[in-house]
Structure formats: C-alpha cells, structure tokens
C-alpha cells in the first residue's frame, strides 16, 4: 500500500475504485471518492470486490464464480459506443456518466492495449490493494516487496525453520 506510479490510461480508474477500500483497516472511500450513495452505493461496492477478484485471478488465484457472473452482468450491461476520432482511431466509449460504463470502458481500453491482464491485486491475504505491475516479466505478487512481499518472505523463511 505504498505510493506507486498510477495504471496506465484508464485502468487507473479501475485501479482507484478497486482502492477505495483498506481491507486492513476496513476503512471505505467509496462513497466520498465516487460520489455514490445509496442502492447505487450497494453496485459499486460489488462492482469494486468483483474487479478486485479478477485484479486477483491476474496474480494466479482462482476467481469465484459468483465474482466472475457478477463482474460479466455489468459489464454486459455498461452502456458503450463505439466512436472514431478524427485522426481514424477507434474506442468505447461511455454513453452516460454510470461507474459501469467508465469501468467497462477502461477495460476495454486496456484489453486493447494487452495492459488488463498486468493490473493485479496484492497476495497478502490482508492487503488485496490494487497495484500495476510493471515488473519485466509481469509476474508480480505484491503491491510492494518491503512490505507485502518481505513479510510473504518471512513467514516462508521461519515456517521453513521450525
């Protein structure tokens, strides 16, 4: 949960929902930082733990189903357009101002770009912070080795020990 450079384009996006929750703490922005409240609320909290899922299945866990059904509901749902830029490039774009047609548009961005898969979430049982992975290989494990990864370290070395 250290400060590390942003997703590339619109992951951040994505990457920012996905952090609005401490899973350490329990402290939740969601609210204050996407400005939701209500049922609306309820949607982005569960659009946020499905991606989180998905964030987790690209670091090598198994995604559960009712994360993978839910995530692929709003997403199907997300209302998008396909629009061309003067210059000839094409994208999706979103045709409201909903969290899940920006999310299902970042998304389509970083597909198209072969980022998707490099937005992780952290193995520490109780971090599961979002973070880019921008290790050469793209087989990064935690948000940050000083703290995740030394302590996944540790307990490996002092179980190996006794």
Not at 37 to 54: T, V
Not at 78 to 87: F, G, I, K, N, Q
Not at 114 to 125: H, I, M, P
């Amino acid at each position: 949960m250290t400060e590390r450079a942003p997703a590339p384009g619109g992951l951040a996006l994505v990457e920012a929902l996905i952090n609005t929750l401490r899973v350490d703490t329990g402290e939740d922005r969601l609210a204050a930082e996407f400005g939701v409240s209500g049922a609306a609320l309820a949607e982005a909290a569960d659009l946020r733990e499905a991606l989180r899922a998905a964030c987790l299945a690209h670091a090598g866990h198994a995604m559960p189903d009712t994360a993978h059904t839910a995530l692929n509901d709003v997403l199907a749902a997300a209302p998008l357009t396909l629009s061309v830029t003067p210059d000839g490039t094409a994208a999706l774009r979103p045709t409201g101002d909903g969290l899940p047609a920006r999310v299902a548009a970042a998304i389509a961005e970083a597909v198209a770009a072969g980022t998707w898969q490099r937005l992780k979430a952290c193995a520490a049982d109780d971090c599961r912070w979002a973070y880019y992975d921008r290790s050469p290989a793209g087989r990064g494990r935690w948000c940050t080795m000083s703290v995740c990864g030394s302590r996944a370290k540790m307990r490996s070395y002092r179980s190996r020990q006794q």
